[in-house]
């Protein structure tokens, strides 16, 4: 199985500062189609997951542009531009283009 | 607006069995691939299964090949997850995803609590 990692674990952050999450991949995530199935999950406390990037870079509907997804072949990044208060979470990335899909550890945001 | 609603989720003792079911609208259930999700209390997510629009293909975990089945109801807009042979690790919340080709578009449900336990 590919092997999803994720740095840091624990991320405290200063609101309106930026904060930048790491995600490597065991292997490349180039799908043979072309595309790279690399997506970025936010889940805050309490609440069920919710996807904000998807295919590296692309954000979802209602996703603040403060959120950008980059990165190609197996080193990924999910950057804040300014953090806000709602940030608070834990951030996944997530595979599906290996079976199985699976998720790095997470990476939690805190104030 | 999508919805996806988890029920079934309750405390069963080790070995028993226990159906998941996922309602879904608000999207066009027949054309999303479909699958379940877990999270053990206080850890990560963890993939279990999904299944073609058409239901012809499953694929699962390893972990869970032959204890787990999921199934849907294309005519109900139904997801299933018939769970066998239950084991304490098994004990997680239960999220229905749904996702269409290419990852286009992805739904989360709010999951539903399976706790394995004598």
């Known amino acids: 199985d590919v092997v999803m990692t994720q740095s840091p674990l624990s991320l405290p952050v200063t609101l309106g500062q930026p904060a930048s999450i790491s995600c490597r991949s065991s292997?490349?995530?180039?799908?043979?189609?072309?595309?790279?199935?690399l997506n970025w999950i936010q889940q805050r406390p309490g609440q069920s997951p919710r996807r904000l990037i998807y295919?590296?870079?692309n954000r979802d509907s209602g996703v603040p542009d403060r959120f950008t997804g980059s990165g190609s072949g197996t080193d990924f990044t999910l950057k804040i531009s300014r953090v806000e208060a709602e940030d608070v979470g834990v951030y996944y990335c997530?595979?599906?283009?290996?079976?199985?899909?699976?998720f790095g550890g997470g990476t939690k945001v805190e104030i | 607006e999508v919805q996806l609603v988890e029920s079934g989720g309750q405390l069963v003792q080790p070995g028993g069995s226990l159906r998941l079911s996922c309602a879904a609208s608000?999207?066009?259930?027949?054309?999303?691939?479909m699958s379940w999700v877990r999270q053990a209390p206080g850890k990560g997510l963890e993939w279990v299964a999904n299944?073609?629009?058409?239901?012809?293909?499953?694929h699962y975990v390893d972990s869970m090949k032959g204890r787990f089945t999921i199934s849907r109801d294309n005519a109900k807009n139904s997801l299933f997850l018939q769970m066998n042979s239950l084991r304490a690790e098994d004990t997680a919340v239960y999220y229905c995803?749904?996702?269409?080709?290419?990852?286009?578009?992805?739904?989360w449900g709010q999951g539903t609590l399976v706790t394995v336990s004598s």
């Open positions: 292997q490349s995530l180039v799908y043979s189609d072309g595309n790279t199935y």
């Open positions: 997530m595979q599906a283009s290996h079976w199985p899909p699976n």
């Open positions: 295919r590296v870079s």
């Open positions: 608000g999207f066009t259930f027949s054309t999303y691939w």
């Open positions: 995803l749904a996702y269409s080709d290419a990852w286009t578009s992805e739904y």
């Open positions: 299944i073609q629009q058409d239901g012809s293909k499953e």
